[in-house]
């Protein structure tokens, strides 16, 4: 029997268990014995000693608990523990039983803190077993194996004393060839037990966020629609069936509270509904695939949020503590804040077809100062979500205050929680972890409750992106806060409405006081500066547009990225994502060009300079001057002065020649500049220079002159006689028969006599080609104007691509 009892999973005999812990106690006297000989020490002192014994052998085991039900037991109850215990060391662990320990009710909220950072079995503090057949037995427990375990017991089995948070713990006791039988590993939690109805309960509100990264880049396509481009793929993966933000619809929708929606998450989903494309490795984006999967994510956050309190919060989430602390002083940034929290309600509003308030504000954990009120009110907010690690109680209070503090100027702060806020941080991915969480939640709300019988609004602001894992965890405590005997639900507005507690803390600490670790994720001035360029060139670039929406919507929202909270701790992506949002929209506008020219020669006193202007946008431009100026006036006049400005219009994907008139005064070369501005005498785009070669006026050239003026001498002598004849003839037929002989006049007086005008002259006696009085002369190069016409071009010209 003593050898099947080494078998993993068998039970060792009552006698050798009973031998073995008789033989623990008979080692033990000796020093027992000696220690009664000296005077007893203080009980600090003692307890200090006895934690010192215990931490030796009590990590040699580590004891897992991953489910305790109910979270929150009542009368006629069964606690159902179950985890798993695992060796930590190299020796096999023998004679090894699973026990649950009930420990002495905690008093305060800050004993619970201190029994959660205790390590290591402390007896006198770590309660009694419960005993019995309320036991898990191992044989042995193997090195590194790990050996589940789930024991039963009824609630009237432990008992419970009055309401209170209860210390619970699990143990495991057995013994190594290198220690003797004792409590080898030990995990903590506690009991909430408040088995009646609460004579008062804490009105207790929770946010649930919704929030995430920025996806969408300004880019969008050319198509009437104008098709969205994302950065990546990755929000596909948070609402499909599993995702984070998929786990927080799917949990929300059956809990009591309150919606806090990023805008930007709603246009970015809604987007991808329809066609949209994705960012890859080469300059052309590919087409996304997830419409689906956005429908569905859609429809079932307009089902959960239906009858609920949702807040909006300004258009993605701006970091309003970088922004209060480095860019109030960047020209042009809380107007920024302002535009996203103009656009918040409407962007809520029409995709989930719910009026959201928009008085709220939210800076990152809920840390403020001055400033940073001052920048969440600017945008239209009356009410700014703290937290009470921020706004630190310091007038005594002995008990936890309702979260509606005034803080001056019409404001509010509505002061969260902090220990109940961060309950669910880290990693709760096992399973033990989130226990534990949900424990620590519980037995934290229900001892603010028994605080005091006031009536209190309390308010839970967790972290803004919370995991999946997180989220459930959450939920699960949620779920049993709302079906518990202490607390009753409430919505943000009522809490902020609240009547405050007259000696509640409504100092907001001073801008020193504001937490070194959250200004070093901060967004720097260079970002600011950055953002204040970029909406710079947007401001040049949509002035000369004809349809403006297509560009400053989009790019106006992606200005609004750029201020995300949700870049903190991560300043290359943000690089990355403001340095695109720049560069495209410098590719914008470079697709509004001079063409370049070569050298120009000008034969003569005067001619016509053209200049084209190319437009590779999908609309037309307008609103645009072309000034075309000469270096050298005094050589190369234009218009008559140093330069000439023309108005411009081009349709999208054409291009216009402007044709400016100049004259030349002198032999030589001079240097021509052409350049677009905006209406407003803004330099738009890069000038293109040029020289314009003016060429002397040789002997032939002024033979060819002289002959044409020749001509037109003799064709007015000679129609100087023609009518002095015809005059005669109406005098006598015999007169003008005789000058019609005279002159070779036909012989029928009735046939019209042909009239030759001074054109017809010059078309006869002027050489072949050459038509006299013609700017281009025959010893003349070919210019460049010679095949331009004098009338301006139309806007309808195609551009060759």
Known sequence: MAEAADFQGMSPSPARRWLRRTGALLAGAPLLAGLLQFPAAAPSQAAGQDSLKAASGSNTVSVAVDSLTPTVPGEGDTLTVSGTVTNESKQTVTD????????????????????????????????????????KEFAKL????????????????????????????????????????????????????????????TRTTVLWPLISTSHMTAQTGSDESQTPVFRDDDLAKEISPGGRLQQLVSLGKDLDVTWVIDPDLLASVDAMTESYDVQGEGDTPTPGTHQTVAKQWLAELQEAVQDKEVVALPFADPDLASLAHNGTNVTGSLNHLKEAADVAADTVDSVLHVEPTTDFAWPMNGAIDPSIVKVATSAGADKVIARSDSLVETGGLPYTPSAARPIGGGTTAVVADARLSTAFQGNLTRASTS??????????????????????????????????????????????????????????????????????????????????????????????????????????????????????????????????????????????????????????????????????????????????????????????????????????????????????????????????????????QARVRAQLYTEDGQPYGAPVTFDVKVTEFTATVMLVIGGGFLLLVL???????????????????????????????????????????????????????????????????????????????????????
């Open 96 to 135: 090894a039983q699973v026990d649950l320990r009930l420990g002495s009710p905690v008093n305060t909220r800050s004993d619970i803190d201190t029994v959660g950072r205790r390590t290591g079995y402390q007896p006198g503090l770590d309660g009694s077993p419960v005993g019995g057949k309320y036991i």
């Open 142 to 201: 193997t090195p590194g194996v790990a050996q589940n375990f789930s024991i039963s017991v009824p609630v009237d089995k432990l008992d419970l004393g009055g309401d209170g948070v209860y210390q619970f713990a699990v143990s495991l006791s057995g013994e190594t060839p290198a220690q003797p039988y004792q409590v080898l590993g030990i995990q903590r939690t506690f009991l909430p037990w408040q088995p009646d109805g609460a004579d008062t309960k």
């Open 435 to 668: 226990t534990l969480a949900v424990q620590r939640f519980l037995a934290l709300s229900l001892a603010l409750n028994l605080q005091s019988d006031r009536e209190r609004s309390i308010v839970v602001a967790p972290q803004r992106m919370p995991t999946a894992s997180q989220a459930q965890a959450l939920a699960e405590a949620v779920t049993a806060l709302q079906g518990g005997a202490w607390s009753e639900s409430q919505e943000l507005t009522a809490a902020a409405a609240a009547k405050p507690d007259s000696g509640a803390t409504t100092k907001v600490p001073a801008i020193s006081k504001y937490p070194s670790s959250l200004r070093k994720q901060e967004l720097p001035r260079s970002v600011f500066e950055q953002i204040a360029t970029t909406q710079d060139k947007l401001d040049n670039f949509k002035v000369i547009l004809s349809n403006k929406d297509r560009v400053v919507t989009p790019f106006g929202r992606a200005i609004n990225r750029e201020m995300s909270t949700s870049w903190r701790s991560r300043s290359a992506e943000a690089a990355d994502y403001r340095n695109g949002v720049e560069a495209y929209i410098d590719s914008l506008a470079g697709q509004v060009t001079l063409i370049d020219k070569s050298e120009t020669k000008l034969s003569g006193r005067s001619a016509t300079i053209p200049v084209t202007v190319q437009n590779n946008l999908v609309q037309g431009v307008e609103h645009l001057v072309l000034r075309l100026t000469s270096s050298s006036p005094r050589r190369l006049e234009i218009g008559g002065e140093a330069y000439d400005e023309q108005h411009v219009t081009v349709s999208g994907g054409h291009s216009q020649t402007v044709k400016f008139t100049t004259s030349a005064q002198a032999n030589g």
């Open 715 to 801: 064709a007015g002598f000679r129609m100087y006689t023609q009518r002095k004849r015809a005059a005669a003839r109406d005098g006598g037929e015999d007169d003008a028969q005789e000058t019609g002989e005279s002159d070779g006049l036909p012989e029928n007086p009735e046939e019209p006599e042909e009239r030759l005008t001074p054109e017809d002259v010059l078309k006869e006696e002027s050489p072949a080609g050459t038509r006299a009085g013609a700017s281009e002369q025959p010893s003349d190069p070919t210019p460049d104007t010679a095949a331009e016409s004098a009338d301006p071009s139309g806007t309808g010209e195609r551009v060759d691509r």
